[in-house]
């Protein structure tokens, strides 16, 4: 039986920030766990740093308590930084999945044929900088 990792500060202030906002007499934890399909006993196991908040349940849960995501759920907020540093592309990532397959595909052939002409170039400038070496340089480095 693996024992379960204790909360992080960060995640501890996301309960307590999820306390605060249960505080409020208009909003209660059966109502935030409908809202975000869990049960009354999840939530307050939220509220209390009892469990973490996962990151698929940031949003729901987010919107349901008037705040946002980052501040209910730190692993919400790293999977949103991951996929940012891990979309290298010079185009939004939300409006590139709204595209159908055949859109998407089109502009991967397009981003492929440019890697290759950015490859080759550089193929090219490192044979003529090779080229360019003194007779004795080029032996050196052979």
Do not use: C
């Amino acid at each position: 039986m693996s024992k379960k990792r204790a909360l992080t500060a960060e995640e501890l202030a996301a309960a307590a920030a999820i306390r605060r906002a249960l505080g409020d007499p208009a909003i209660t934890q059966e109502a935030v766990a409908d809202l975000v399909g869990v049960t009354q006993g999840q939530v307050w196991q939220w509220a209390h740093g009892r469990m973490r908040v996962p990151a698929g349940r940031a949003v729901a849960l987010a919107g349901a308590l008037n705040l946002e995501p980052a501040i209910v759920s730190p692993a919400w907020r790293l999977a949103t930084e991951r996929s940012r540093i891990s979309w290298p592309f010079p185009f939004d990532r939300a409006r590139y999945d709204r595209l159908t397959p055949g859109q998407q595909l089109a502009i991967a052939s397009v981003l492929l044929r440019e890697l290759e002409r950015i490859e080759a170039e550089s193929k090219s400038a490192a044979v003529e900088a090779d080229v360019s070496k003194p007779r004795s340089a080029q032996r050196r480095a052979g």
